[in-house]
């Protein structure tokens, strides 16, 4: 188990190091968006290289930011049921919720859109409206994102699976904001 749990230890280092700095891909999106606007409100142009770039980049957040979204269980659950289960009852919900269901669409997901990728790349996608980005690109964070949730979903469920034999004691974070303890550890982190 000491083993597992390493590797967990590894895979929510990287998982936070990515969730950390994906947030300046929000500020990049809102920039962008804000400039486009500002353009076409006073020189009444665009650009669809603006419009796709927004967008792409707030698809790569997302993508990206899942599997840390994951770690910090700040993921939608059913709070009116969930939290009239003991601690214990949770842990093996969370951890049959890993192997059972997000296991299964993480393989899928990487599994396909591996190919996705590839034929993308090859193929020298770009977007088919005029002055479009290239398209490739943004089809590889299909195949990254998922491949990170994968890795955290290992992560998760060893840190369950532990939880329950006992080999590691967990606080149980009931009812803490989310928010404010994201808020917290980017501040902790960024001195």
């Given at each position: 188990?000491?083993?597992?749990?390493?590797l967990?230890?590894?895979?929510?280092?990287?998982?936070?190091?990515?969730?950390y700095?994906?947030?300046?891909l929000?500020?990049a999106?809102?920039l962008?968006?804000?400039?486009?606007?500002?353009?076409?409100?006073?020189f009444?142009?665009s650009?669809?290289?603006?419009?796709?770039t927004?967008?792409?980049?707030?698809?790569?957040?997302?993508?990206?930011?899942a599997?840390?979204?994951?770690?910090?269980?700040?993921h939608?659950?059913?709070?009116v049921v969930?939290?009239?289960?003991?601690?214990?009852?949770?842990?093996?919900?969370d951890?049959?919720g890993?192997?059972?269901?997000?296991?299964?669409?993480?393989?899928i997901m990487v599994?396909l859109s591996?190919?996705?990728?590839?034929?993308?790349?090859?193929?020298?996608?770009?977007?088919?409206?005029?002055?479009g980005?290239?398209v490739?690109p943004f089809?590889?964070?299909?195949?990254?994102?998922?491949?990170?949730?994968f890795a955290?979903?290992?992560?998760?469920a060893?840190?369950?699976?532990?939880?329950?034999?006992?080999?590691l004691?967990?606080?149980?974070?009931?009812?803490?904001?989310?928010?404010?303890?994201?808020?917290?550890?980017?501040?902790?982190?960024?001195?």
């Amino acid at each position: 188990m000491a083993g597992l749990l390493a590797l967990s230890r590894v895979i929510d280092a990287v998982t936070r190091f990515i969730g950390y700095h994906v947030r300046w891909l929000i500020l990049a999106a809102v920039l962008v968006s804000t400039v486009n606007a500002v353009i076409r409100k006073l020189f009444d142009t665009s650009s669809n290289a603006w419009l796709e770039t927004q967008t792409l980049l707030f698809g790569v957040a997302f993508m990206s930011a899942a599997a840390y979204v994951l770690q910090k269980n700040a993921h939608v659950r059913i709070d009116v049921v969930s939290s009239r289960l003991s601690k214990r009852s949770r842990d093996w919900i969370d951890l049959f919720g890993h192997l059972f269901m997000l296991a299964p669409l993480t393989v899928i997901m990487v599994w396909l859109s591996g190919p996705f990728f590839l034929e993308s790349f090859l193929d020298s996608e770009a977007s088919s409206n005029a002055g479009g980005l290239p398209v490739w690109p943004f089809k590889l964070f299909v195949f990254v994102g998922f491949a990170l949730l994968f890795a955290q979903m290992i992560s998760e469920a060893v840190k369950r699976a532990a939880v329950l034999s006992g080999h590691l004691e967990e606080q149980d974070h009931e009812g803490e904001n989310v928010a404010t303890t994201l808020i917290a550890e980017m501040k902790e982190e960024s001195k």
